[in-house]
Each structure stands twice: as structure tokens, then as C-alpha cells.
């Protein structure tokens, strides 16, 4: 199966400065990668597919990139509201495998 | 509107099953395929399989094969996950997610989880 590995684990950063998280799969996945958001005690939220493209309604501060095996989810001005863990998805291959997360805290 | 509403919490003793239920409303339920996703307290996301009720085809990970079945009644819209020989570290929050489109097996919707408690 493929492993998503993500880094880092924990990322400390201000309100309004801008976050990177990376995603690394252990073989290509095309642009077959999606990132999603979660807070505690709720459901993942959908945020990005083909690696790039934002969900609906998804604001523009969230973007994504990459292709192949190494993948990042950038987040302009991060607000109040997005600090949460970060999941990516592969989905171009069986098993869909997750990375662990990226936990995005308050600095 | 698009949603899946699951059922609720179960608390269950090990070696005995669990049977999760996931319905779809607000679309055709036979379009898209659905995700079984489940989350350990404090871990991340585990991709666990996969269903469509178009033709019922399915995708396991190797370490639930056997152990798990899933099931689709399309005349209630409704997705099932059994899972069996329960054990303690089968304790989790079990989602079901739909796919985005045939094409991108991302989940765009998700269910609101069921706790599931396996505890002697």
C-alpha cells in the first residue's frame, strides 16, 4: 500500500502568518491527493481534491500544490477558525491511505 | 440537502460484532461510492474499505478482510459496515464518506461518526 507521511507532526504559528504543510507519498499519485481539515470532535472536512482544486466553498486562503510524491497545503492569514489537524488522501491507488496529520496550534 | 446521517453509539464486548449504518439522503444513492473511515481516540484517520451499491463492488484493507462486510440497501438509501471479533483496539469513531465523483475518490460528504466501545 502507499504511505503518506506528513510533516511536520505540529506546526506553532501566529494568526495571519502563513502555514506549509507537506505531504510526501511513498510512490506517485499523480495529482490523485486530497487534504482535508479536522477539529475535535467533528468530521473531516473536504478542502482540496486533485491536489490543487478547492472543495466548494472553500476560501481562497487555503491552496494547494504538487504532484508525483510530494505535496503541500499552504494557508494564507491563517484565522482563528483554522487552527486544527491537516489530513492529505491518496486515492489513486487501493488501499486509500491518509498521512498521520499535521496539527496546526496557536504560536 | 446532502447528507449521511449514521446510527448511534455502540458499546460491545470483545469477540462479539458490530453493525454500523450510514443513510444517504439528498442524492442517488447508487452514484457514488462510500468510504468506511475510523479513527482510534487520539490517532489519526484509517481508511478501512469501500462500497458501491451500483454494482456492490468492494475494497478491503488486507488487515480488515474477514473480519469486516459491507452491505448497500438501495431502497432505503442506507450503507452498512459490520465488523466482527470485535477487540479493544477496534474502539473508534467509524465514519462513512462519500466519494466526491466516479472520478475523484476523495470524500466529499461525511457522516457524523458512531462510537463504537469494545470493553469487557
Known amino acids: 500500500e502507499i504511505v503518506m507521511t506528513q510533516s511536520p507532526a505540529t506546526l506553532s504559528v501566529s494568526p495571519g502568518e502563513r502555514a506549509t504543510l507537506s505531504c510526501r507519498a511513498s510512490?506517485?499519485?499523480?495529482?490523485?491527493l486530497a487534504w482535508y481539515q479536522q477539529k475535535p470532535g467533528q468530521a473531516p472536512r473536504f478542502l482540496i481534491y486533485?491536489?490543487?482544486t478547492r472543495a466548494t466553498g472553500i476560501p481562497a486562503r487555503f491552496s494547494g500544490s504538487g504532484s508525483g510524491t510530494e505535496f503541500t497545503l499552504t494557508i494564507s492569514g491563517l484565522q482563528s477558525e483554522d487552527f486544527a489537524v491537516y489530513y492529505c488522501q491518496q486515492y489513486n491507488d487501493w488501499p486509500r491511505t491518509f498521512g498521520q496529520g499535521t496539527k496546526v496550534e496557536i504560536k | 440537502q446532502v447528507q449521511l446521517v449514521q446510527s448511534g453509539a455502540e458499546v460491545k464486548k470483545p469477540g462479539a460484532s458490530v453493525k454500523v449504518s450510514c443513510k444517504a439522503s439528498?442524492?442517488?444513492?447508487?452514484?457514488?461510492?462510500i468510504s468506511w473511515v475510523r479513527q482510534a481516540p487520539g490517532q489519526g484517520l484509517e481508511w478501512m474499505a469501500w462500497i458501491t451499491a451500483y454494482n456492490g463492488n468492494t475494497k478491503y484493507v488486507q488487515k480488515f478482510q474477514g473480519r469486516v462486510t459491507m452491505t448497500t440497501d438501495t431502497s432505503t438509501s442506507t450503507a452498512y459496515l459490520e465488523l466482527r471479533s470485535l477487540r479493544s483496539d477496534d474502539t473508534a469513531v467509524y465514519y462513512c464518506a462519500r466519494d466526491y465523483s466516479n472520478y475523484v475518490g476523495a470524500s466529499d460528504i461525511w457522516g457524523q461518526g458512531t462510537v463504537v466501545t469494545v470493553s469487557s
Open positions: 439528498g442524492y442517488t444513492f447508487s452514484s457514488y461510492g
Open positions: 510512490q506517485s499519485v499523480n495529482i490523485n
Open positions: 486533485g491536489a490543487s
